[in-house]
Every structure is written in structure tokens, then in C-alpha cells.
């Protein structure tokens, strides 16, 4: 599987601020993707971040709020805007392909983001 | 709207017993199908994948599928205090859904 590297690990941040998370993907990938995690729940998935367009965001998610990158295929960025206390959550992205079974995906370690 | 079912547990199971995780969803179309194991504080890590009905064995580890159910499953033999974090069912067709995920603790 792909080794894949998120920056920064974690982050304290004021509110009304902004944070940029990247991730850093050791091969080319096909898809990735952007999730949020919140204490004791599970994935939620913001936005599928596609090379050379714009990114494909989740019902609830807008990209006024959560602007991505991907310029290439082994690096997206995704910034968190204006930033409340509710947006304190881990932040992860994930990769799918090429080379794996269909659906596969794998994880980055995550940004554990904390708003003040 | 298309769902993925977990008891959240805790499942608390002996040492070297077997340890049952079950899963059911919502959209018969779904082919693809995967069990998330996520120790607390770390990103889930990618156990097993299953695309067709019947089981699949890695290890200690066993996948069971069955489509006309609706419902997928995860094994663990032997099953070690390592064993011990939440494990999430994932169910995919055009996106991948994820469960709320299962914690297993397993007694010493």
C-alpha cells in the first residue's frame, strides 16, 4: 500500500483563522479523498479531490469553507476556512489506487485541528 | 439515503476466544466491501476486503459476505489484547460508506 504523510499533525488554531493540511502520497494515486473525523464518531467525508479540476464536495460541505488542491497526482491540500470551534475534529485524507483492488482505501495519519 | 449498521459495543471478548463483528447495509447494489481496524488515536488501517459471497480468510482474520442478506461480517481467532480497538465496516458501490464502527475489547 501507499505511504502517505498529512502536515501537520495536529494543530491549535484561533477562531476566524484558517488552517492548510496537506497530504503526501509516496506513488501516484488515482482518487483522494478528504475526510473529518469528530470524537467517537466515524468517517465523514468532505470532498473527493480530483487532479486538474475542482474538487467534488459532500452534501454540507462547500468549498467557500473547504477549499482543496490537488495540482498532481501524489499531493492535495485542504484548507479549513474561517475557522469556528465546531470545525476541532481530525482531518484525514485517504488514497485509492492505481494498483489496489477496487475500493481499497488507505490512510493518512491525520491533522487533529483544535479551535480556540 | 444508504446506511451502514454497526452495534458500537463495547464487545468485550476473552483472550483466545473468537470475536464476532457483524455488519449489515442498506444498498443492494454495493460490491465492494471492508473492515477498518482503528486503534484509538490513530487513522484506520485497511484489515480485509471482500467482493464476493462466501468467506475470506487472512491470517486470524475472517471475512464473511452475504449479498442477499445484506450483511458482511468480521472473525478473529485467537483473538490477543492487540486486538482491542474499534473496528469499522465499510460498504461501497459509487462511494464508499463507512459504519459507525464496532469497539472490541478483549479481556486478558
Known amino acids: 500500500s501507499a505511504v502517505i504523510s498529512q502536515k501537520p499533525s495536529r494543530d491549535i488554531c484561533q477562531r476566524g483563522t484558517s488552517l492548510t493540511i496537506q497530504c503526501q502520497v509516496d506513488?501516484?494515486?488515482?482518487?483522494m479523498f478528504w475526510y473529518r473525523q469528530q470524537p467517537g464518531q466515524s468517517l465523514t467525508l468532505i470532498a473527493t479531490?480530483?487532479?486538474?479540476?475542482?474538487?467534488?464536495?459532500e452534501s454540507g460541505f462547500v468549498i467557500d469553507k473547504f477549499p482543496i488542491s490537488r495540482p498532481n497526482l501524489t499531493f492535495s491540500t485542504l484548507t479549513v476556512s474561517n475557522m469556528s470551534p465546531e470545525d476541532s475534529s481530525i482531518y484525514l485524507c485517504?488514497?485509492?489506487?492505481?494498483?489496489?483492488?477496487?475500493?481499497?482505501?488507505?490512510f493518512g495519519p491525520g491533522t487533529r485541528l483544535t479551535v480556540t | 439515503q444508504k446506511e451502514v449498521e454497526q452495534n458500537s459495543g463495547p464487545l468485550s471478548v476473552p483472550e483466545g476466544a473468537i470475536a464476532s463483528l457483524n455488519c449489515t447495509y442498506s444498498?443492494?447494489?454495493?460490491?465492494?466491501f471492508f473492515w477498518y481496524r482503528q486503534y484509538s488515536g490513530k487513522s484506520p488501517e485497511l484489515i480485509m476486503s471482500?467482493?464476493?459471497?462466501g468467506d475470506k480468510e487472512d491470517g486470524r482474520f475472517t471475512a464473511q459476505l452475504n449479498k442477499a442478506s445484506q450483511y458482511v461480517s468480521l472473525l478473529i481467532r485467537d483473538s490477543q489484547p492487540s486486538d482491542s480497538a474499534t473496528y469499522l465496516c465499510?460498504?461501497?458501490?459509487?462511494?464508499?460508506?463507512f459504519g459507525k464502527g464496532t469497539r472490541l475489547h478483549i479481556l486478558p
Open positions: 506513488s501516484q494515486v488515482t482518487m
Open positions: 485517504s488514497v485509492e489506487g492505481p494498483g489496489v483492488l477496487t475500493g481499497e482505501q488507505y
Open positions: 465499510a460498504v461501497r458501490d459509487d462511494k464508499i460508506i
Open positions: 479531490a480530483n487532479q486538474g479540476s475542482e474538487a467534488t464536495y
Open positions: 471482500i467482493y464476493s459471497n
Open positions: 444498498d443492494r447494489g454495493s460490491q465492494s
